[in-house]
């Protein structure tokens, strides 16, 4: 819808993810959602990330800041810093930007943030605007750590306390848990961030959910009460779905440049459900032992692979195993590749995954069976639902020693591909991929809690002028 200047009666909703690839995208995605229902959609990232944002129809793109313009963001391990210096700096220019609007045509109406970032709430509210919080993982990991927050579950967590609290919730055994909650002095800084989601949330008027209600009814309706977010996912480009966002085939953020040409060349060549797709995100760091491992497995079980492997982890490769790979032409190795394509792609049969939340709700989205390689944090309940709720997929787990072997690995691809479920275990992937179409196709669930959110919009939009309140 074309956004015209004259329009006085625009809602303005500025929107802010947080600063890494798994969090930009899911805000992005629902900011063109916004902008294709006629609202003004305006996404605010740090400077650094701006670069990586393509020309966005009917999106404006501003710039806000981490403090750390000029080089000597905090190494991991440091993400208190990064925060704080986040939070003072970017508060600042949150102000500045609902400033820079206020005496225009389209003055801010509603700020969406990403929950990692509460401070944006509390900016929202001391101009009267409006505010929403985002939270980018699944509604079952939410639920768990809103309780936790709650003091309804307490540290270290145990499984039984999980069906305690959140009485529809499938049984956890322990290994199945969130790892921050499991050992909390190992992750302090991590797990100080999941909570402060939470801090300030009761003075949202919006809370949103990147799920939708087919996959995690049972979940939601018994936390509505302590977390009452509204789900409206799967955050995929519109084409992979209902298609209604004309041109919408990519996220448009991406902070590595994909090799789409050179992986599509190499997929078109291989038969129908014949390619094992291997990516475990744009975070998660192998160790050499497990990266042995799943090159081994790979060669041994003979079939067809594409393996994203970051450059800073090619060290990790058994020797010789690439120039092999390269010679017989049974795998693809890359740097990088455009995850969507490639799971839309007819010859991709199978997704080795780390079970992170966006590529968890992609696989689904796109009906591909998946083998669950989870690390930690939320992709350990993700690789529980991928096998035992969902039933689209089977998690290869760990040995006492934290490494999945090359055997158990073996196993479950061929299980995928050609093993006793995996006829049932397709047909469940076709199911969800058409239950996700169906949540944002027009009177889908996730439609209609958009739709609800715009037309709040519209009815408040004439009367939110964004002053600072005293």
């Not at 890494?20 to 294709?36: C, D, E, T, V, Y």
């Not at 966005?56 to 793109?61: G, Q, R, W």
């Not at 009460?225 to 789900?231: D, N, S, Y």
């Not at 455009?338 to 780390?354: G, I, R, W």
């Amino acid at each position: 819808m074309k956004i015209e200047e004259n329009d006085l009666s625009m809602p303005h909703v500025v929107v802010i993810p947080y600063p890494s690839q798994g969090h930009i995208n899911p805000l992005l995605q629902f900011a063109k959602r916004l902008a294709s229902k006629g609202i003004k959609a305006t996404l605010a990232t740090t400077k650094q990330t701006l670069s990586s944002i393509s020309t966005l129809h009917n999106i404006a793109v501003e710039p806000l800041s981490d403090g750390f313009e000029d080089g000597g963001k905090p190494e991991a391990g440091a993400e208190d810093v990064f925060l704080n210096s986040f939070k003072s700096n970017g508060s600042k220019s949150l102000v500045g930007l609902i400033e820079k609007y206020r005496n225009t045509s389209f003055p801010v109406t509603c700020v969406v943030y990403d929950a990692f970032l509460p401070w944006a709430l509390d900016v929202a509210k001391d101009y009267g605007l409006l505010g929403a919080a985002f939270f980018t993982n699944s509604a079952t990991v939410c639920s768990i750590f809103c309780c936790v927050d709650r003091g309804l579950i307490e540290l270290p967590i145990k499984p039984d306390a999980v069906g305690c609290a959140l009485p529809k919730m499938p049984l956890f055994k322990g290994n199945d848990l969130p790892s921050f909650l499991k050992k909390p002095e190992s992750y302090p800084a991590y797990l100080a961030m999941k909570l402060s989601q939470f801090s300030n949330v009761d003075l949202a008027d919006w809370m949103f959910c990147n799920s939708f209600e087919d996959l995690e009814l049972e979940v939601i309706e018994g936390v509505t009460e302590k977390w009452p977010a509204k789900l409206i996912g799967p955050m995929v480009p519109s084409s992979y779905l209902d298609g209604r966002i004309e041109g919408d085939n990519g996220y448009g953020a991406s902070l590595w440049k994909p090799l789409s040409e050179k992986c599509k060349e190499w997929l078109q060549n291989k038969p129908r459900k014949s390619v094992i797709y291997i990516s475990f995100g744009s975070m998660v760091s192998l160790t050499q032992e497990q990266a042995e491992e799943i090159a081994y497995a790979l060669k041994e079980s003979n079939y067809y692979f594409l393996w994203v492997v970051r450059e800073s982890q090619f060290n990790k490769l058994p020797k010789g195993f690439q120039e092999e790979v390269s010679r017989t032409q049974r795998g693809m190795i890359v740097t990088w590749c455009n995850q969507l394509e490639v799971l839309a792609h007819e010859a991709t049969a199978c997704f080795v995954t780390h079970c992170g939340w966006n590529s968890t709700l992609e696989g689904l989205s796109l009906g591909v069976p998946m083998v669950g390689v989870p690390q930690w944090s939320d992709q350990l309940p993700d690789a529980k639902f991928i096998e035992e709720v969902w039933e689209v997929g089977v998690w290869a787990k760990e040995d006492d020693k934290g490494v999945v072997r090359r055997e158990n690995l073996r196993e479950c691809l061929k299980e995928i591909m050609e093993g006793k479920r995996s006829e049932e275990i397709r047909e469940n992937a076709s199911k969800w991929r058409e239950l996700s179409k169906k949540a944002v196709s027009h009177g889908g669930s996730s439609d209609i809690n958009i739709e609800d959110f715009v037309q709040h919009l519209r009815c408040t939009s004439s009367t939110t002028t964004p002053n600072k309140l005293d």
